[in-house]
């Protein structure tokens, strides 16, 4: 019953997808864990936070356009890789490449960086964003010759994948607005979605993946979003730590991620 319910919204996954679909949430939610256990990843705010033994750096900048800019380049690729496989298929690698290329153009227009990021942390997070985009990709081409899902989540995904996209970009536009080039100090960010959550580009990070779940209506893109959504709360659960510790006028009504909840 619940399986035929199910699958009137997803494909049916191969053994392949749904073993790698429990390894991306295993990952990611694990990552996410240990986030929220004060164990920060080394980036941004973060850099010197943590067990990381490297200490081989490069910029801000440097480091974050390397983490976005080869899963962009997958998704291009993928144009040329699976030609002619559908709207949905046509979907889901421009939503993918769309949103890497979003990511890589703010790392180099948009952002302001506090600090350098090590090597090793920007190539995992890097490998993290490419292989599940390849994956992604991969296990919309499986789906070929399938027999579509009863219920078609392609219209309403664009239109939850656009709305995550635009108030990501608004509230990356907010921070980056915040102090300006080449100044290091933080201070708490204003405007937006910003007077309730401290986080409000991760909510619609997740946002925007939700809508790609629904444009793809697969096990792959749905552990993706359910493992991503996982680590940004323990993220935005770390971030609002720090802000805490670091300004006592910090207000205690501003949650992590989630509006009045957490």
């Known amino acids: 019953m619940e399986t035929s319910m199910l699958q009137g919204f997803i494909y049916p996954p191969t053994w392949f997808v749904m073993v790698m679909s429990v390894l991306i949430v295993a990952f990611l939610g694990n ?35 390397m983490v976005y800019f080869p899963a962009f380049l997958f998704g291009l690729a993928s144009f040329c890789l699976f030609p002619n496989q559908g709207l949905r298929f046509i979907l889901v690698k421009s ?38 985009t390849a994956l992604m990709i991969y296990a919309q081409h ?23 996209l635009t108030g990501n970009f608004y509230h990356h536009c907010l ?27 991760y909510l619609f990070e997740i946002l925007g993946f939700i809508g790609v779940s629904c444009i793809a209506q697969t096990w792959s893109a749905v552990s993706f979003t359910l493992g991503s959504a996982i680590l940004l709360m323990g993220r935005s659960y770390g971030t ?4 805490l510790s670091k300004f006592e006028d910090f207000p205690e009504g501003v949650k992590a991620i989630i509006p009045f909840v957490f």
């Open 175 to 201: 921070l980056s607005n915040l102090r300006g080039e080449g100044k290091k100090e933080y201070k708490i960010p204003k405007g937006g979605l910003f007077n309730l959550v401290i986080c409000p580009h």
């Open 95 to 132: 939503a993918l490449t769309i949103h890497f290329l979003k990511r890589t153009l703010e790392v180099l227009f948009v952002h302001n960086y506090s600090g350098p990021m090590f090597v090793d942390i920007a190539t995992m997070i890097s490998l993290n964003y490419f292989i599940n």
């Open 142 to 164: 499986l789906t070929r010759g399938l027999p579509e899902p009863q219920v078609d989540l392609k219209y309403p995904g664009i239109a939850i994948f656009l709305v995550g």
């Open 240 to 243: 609002r730590r720090w802000y």
């Open 31 to 65: 990552n996410g864990l240990t986030e929220i256990r004060g164990n920060q990843l080394q980036y941004s705010k973060f850099w010197n936070v943590g067990s990381q033994k490297s200490t081989f750096k490069v910029s801000g900048r440097k480091g974050m356009f």
